[in-house]
């Protein structure tokens, strides 16, 4: 098992920014990938993005590239998510998830094994 653990969200304008943080403990070892998903009231969950342990190799959502930044602390066992020009459209309750393995599609929320409780962002006009 991998625990998740979100930190980092809260309330800012328009334009701000925020950095959410994610420390998995447990077998941590088992978890090939990290990433973020994000869930607005009323939509589905929707992939935001994931960095793999080794390597770094990064993916992201269209809606976030260039704004996001996802990075990692090996050392920590913890991810990232640097969040800048943020929009209200942003506002959602953001998840970080763990998977085990490279097969299926990383922007899918099926191939993720492990979530935490998430945290709240939200982005006022």
């Known amino acids: 098992q991998v625990q998740l653990v979100e930190s980092g969200g809260g309330l800012v304008q328009a334009g701000g920014s925020l950095r959410l943080s994610c420390a998995a403990s447990?077998?941590?070892?088992?978890?090939?990938?990290m990433g973020w998903f994000r869930q607005a009231p009323g939509k589905e969950r929707e992939f935001v993005a994931t960095i793999i342990w080794s390597g770094r190799n990064t993916y992201y959502a269209d809606s976030v590239k260039g704004r996001f930044t996802i990075s990692s602390d090996n050392a920590k066992n913890t991810v990232y998510l640097q969040m800048n020009s943020l929009k209200p459209e942003d506002t959602a309750v953001y998840y970080c998830?763990?998977?085990?393995?490279?097969?299926?599609?990383?922007?899918?929320?099926?191939?993720?094994?492990?979530w935490g409780q998430g945290t709240q962002v939200t982005v006022s006009s």
């Open positions: 447990g077998r941590t070892f088992s978890s090939y990938a």
């Open positions: 998830a763990a998977r085990s393995d490279s097969s299926g599609s990383y922007y899918s929320r099926a191939e993720y094994d492990y």
